[in-house]
């Protein structure tokens, strides 16, 4: 691959082009260039967003939106940002494992971003190779990627927040490699393409969709299971079968249904892994955690602490258990002794919405598993 500038032109197209090709080559589905420009829209967002309390404590890219929207932060000389797309679309929905199993989303069926993450190292190697500074960003607090990817054309934002690629719809993991490179940046942002369409705001769970675009992480249960501490109680019922993530909001849309309905990339996706769609929810309570994080730990678990996990099964516990079940009431006796306040809180939850209050000691004196016994309706 040839150097851009060696020949001392400023035509970079032809480089640019080598490169998207090789990402292309190397598994990436969509891939563009953007300016290292500051990201004025999402820094602006990000601020606003945290003053009216949408962020409801989200870290991430919310925590230096001044590092999150400036590529040169993270790379004082970067010019351009090549984003790619890795799509995770799937037309086969794995059956579940049991009557007793929790929903997982479908960007985390496999290790979707680490094939991203290598994708996008092929880019940086290359760059390198070149002589350029190339740094690869995929999913991290260093860069709001939906942002960055709209810059570059990749697609538009839906008003599900997400980006959806024309003709392609939104299940697409994004990440970036930032590079010294000075690369020939995409023409013109693509058109918004929701027009009159409302059907992920009207069918989110929570509502938690409080605008075209604007996500109110206080109602959203992709965040609120991430969130640690006691899951707010208005929102545990509509949690039903999720342990991780939530795809409704993408579900319901039509660009994303039409594009899925049509695509075989589930073949080229899924072979990277067999997809893990559902977990045994008695899986969850009765491993240890050397065995959760094992198995779970690609996710976001804050502190990487499964407790989380624990908490999150148990209100699935509640939601879809059968109070006739022996084991859903071995579960809950477990829980409902449990060392850690925070878990017999939600185990007494869970008992409670089975109609098992017999099983509820109503003398622990916690605060945490009081303020929950003074929540059930039937022993305030
Ligand atoms: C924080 C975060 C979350 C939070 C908050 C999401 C949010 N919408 O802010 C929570 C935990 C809830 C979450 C959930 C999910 N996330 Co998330 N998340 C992130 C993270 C870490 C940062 C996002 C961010 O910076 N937001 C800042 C706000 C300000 O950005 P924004 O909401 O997109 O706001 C923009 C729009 O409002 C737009 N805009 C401005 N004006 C207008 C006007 C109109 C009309 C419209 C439509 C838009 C618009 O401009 C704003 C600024 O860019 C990124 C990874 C990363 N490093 O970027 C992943 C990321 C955004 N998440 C991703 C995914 C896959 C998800 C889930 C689908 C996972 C799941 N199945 O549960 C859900 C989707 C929920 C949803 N509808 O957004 C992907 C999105 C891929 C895509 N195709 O868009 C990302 C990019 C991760 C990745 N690297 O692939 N996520
Ligand atoms: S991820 Fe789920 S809860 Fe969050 S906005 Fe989308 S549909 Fe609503
Ligand atoms: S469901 Fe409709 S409004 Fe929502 S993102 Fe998809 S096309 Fe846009």
């Given at each position: 691959m040839?150097l851009?500038?060696e020949t001392?032109?400023?035509?970079n197209s032809?480089y640019?082009?080598?490169?998207?090709s090789?990402?292309r080559?190397a598994g990436?589905?969509h891939?563009?260039v953007?300016s290292a420009?500051?990201?004025?829209r999402a820094?602006?967002?990000?601020n606003?967003r945290?003053?009216?309390?949408?962020?409801n404590?989200?870290?991430?890219?919310?925590r230096?939106?001044?590092?999150s929207?400036d590529p040169?932060?993270t790379?004082p000389?970067?010019?351009?940002?090549?984003v790619?797309?890795?799509s995770y679309?799937?037309s086969?929905?794995?059956?579940?494992?049991?009557?007793l199993?929790?929903r997982?989303?479908?960007y985390?069926w496999?290790?979707?971003?680490?094939?991203?993450?290598?994708?996008?190292?092929?880019?940086?190697?290359?760059?390198?190779l070149?002589?350029h500074?190339?740094v690869?960003?995929?999913?991290?607090?260093?860069m709001?990627?939906r942002?960055?990817a709209?810059?570059a054309?990749l697609?538009w934002f839906?008003k599900?927040?997400?980006l959806?690629?024309s003709?392609a719809?939104s299940?697409?993991?994004?990440?970036c490699?930032i590079?010294?490179?000075?690369l020939?940046?995409?023409?013109?942002p693509?058109?918004?393409?929701c027009?009159?369409?409302r059907?992920c705001?009207?069918?989110?769970?929570?509502?938690?969709?409080v605008?075209?675009?604007?996500?109110?992480a206080n109602k959203c249960?992709a965040w609120?299971l991430?969130?640690p501490?006691?899951?707010?109680r208005n929102?545990?019922?509509?949690?039903g079968?999720?342990?991780?993530?939530?795809?409704?909001c993408?579900?319901?849309?039509?660009p994303t249904?039409?594009?899925?309905k049509k695509?075989?990339?589930?073949?080229?996706a899924?072979s990277?892994k067999?997809?893990k769609?559902?977990v045994?929810?008695a899986?969850?309570l009765?491993?240890d955690?050397?065995a959760?994080?094992?198995?779970f730990?690609?996710w976001?678990i804050a502190n990487?602490?499964?407790?989380?996990l624990?908490r999150?099964?148990?209100?699935i516990?509640?939601n879809?258990?059968?109070?006739?079940?022996?084991?859903?009431v071995d579960?809950l006796?477990?829980?409902?002794h449990?060392?850690?306040p925070?878990?017999r809180?939600?185990?007494v939850w869970?008992a409670?919405r089975?109609?098992?209050?017999?099983l509820?000691n109503?003398d622990d004196?916690?605060?945490?598993?009081?303020?929950?016994l003074?929540?059930l309706?039937?022993v305030k």
């Amino acid at each position: 691959m040839q150097l851009a500038d060696e020949t001392g032109s400023t035509d970079n197209s032809g480089y640019t082009a080598q490169l998207l090709s090789l990402g292309r080559k190397a598994g990436l589905d969509h891939v563009g260039v953007a300016s290292a420009e500051v990201l004025h829209r999402a820094r602006q967002a990000i601020n606003q967003r945290k003053e009216q309390g949408l962020h409801n404590q989200m870290q991430f890219t919310y925590r230096n939106p001044e590092r999150s929207t400036d590529p040169t932060k993270t790379l004082p000389s970067a010019r351009s940002v090549i984003v790619g797309a890795y799509s995770y679309s799937s037309s086969q929905a794995p059956e579940k494992i049991n009557e007793l199993s929790a929903r997982i989303a479908r960007y985390v069926w496999s290790d979707f971003y680490a094939q991203l993450r290598q994708s996008l190292g092929q880019i940086a190697r290359q760059l390198e190779l070149d002589g350029h500074r190339a740094v690869v960003l995929a999913d991290d607090n260093a860069m709001v990627d939906r942002e960055v990817a709209y810059q570059a054309g990749l697609g538009w934002f839906g008003k599900n927040s997400n980006l959806l690629i024309s003709g392609a719809g939104s299940y697409f993991v994004l990440g970036c490699v930032i590079t010294s490179a000075e690369l020939a940046v995409a023409a013109q942002p693509v058109e918004e393409g929701c027009a009159s369409c409302r059907r992920c705001l009207d069918n989110c769970p929570t509502n938690a969709i409080v605008a075209p675009g604007v996500i109110d992480a206080n109602k959203c249960l992709a965040w609120l299971l991430q969130k640690p501490g006691v899951f707010d109680r208005n929102y545990r019922v509509a949690l039903g079968d999720r342990i991780y993530g939530c795809d409704d909001c993408q579900e319901v849309c039509p660009p994303t249904i039409r594009f899925e309905k049509k695509s075989n990339i589930s073949t080229v996706a899924m072979s990277v892994k067999q997809p893990k769609a559902w977990v045994s929810v008695a899986k969850i309570l009765t491993s240890d955690d050397g065995a959760l994080i094992k198995e779970f730990g690609a996710w976001y678990i804050a502190n990487r602490d499964p407790k989380w996990l624990r908490r999150n099964a148990l209100i699935i516990l509640g939601n879809i258990g059968d109070a006739n079940d022996v084991l859903v009431v071995d579960l809950l006796k477990q829980y409902l002794h449990h060392a850690d306040p925070v878990l017999r809180a939600h185990a007494v939850w869970a008992a409670a919405r089975l109609g098992l209050h017999q099983l509820i000691n109503r003398d622990d004196d916690d605060q945490l598993v009081q303020a929950e016994l003074q929540s059930l309706p039937s022993v305030k």
